[in-house]
């Protein structure tokens, strides 16, 4: 169970980069309605992320 978290805290950790690396390599070129589904995607990963790690917690408290 913990390595499924683990899992789900990873991939959300790659799209978090890849979001930004977008963000900050195409920055004043995006219109806006890019501009803010990228920001969207980036605090829906953020949560996401933030999730994955109560749970890996939560799961880790419990087999303790």
Do not use: C
């Amino acid at each position: 169970m913990i390595n499924h978290f683990e899992q789900q805290q990873g991939h959300f950790e790659r799209i978090l980069a890849l979001l930004e690396n977008i963000r900050r390599y195409e920055g004043d070129r995006m219109n806006p309605v890019t501009s803010a589904l990228i920001e969207e995607a980036l605090s829906e990963a953020t949560l996401g992320g933030e999730y994955a790690q109560l749970m890996l917690d939560s799961t880790a408290e419990k087999a303790a």
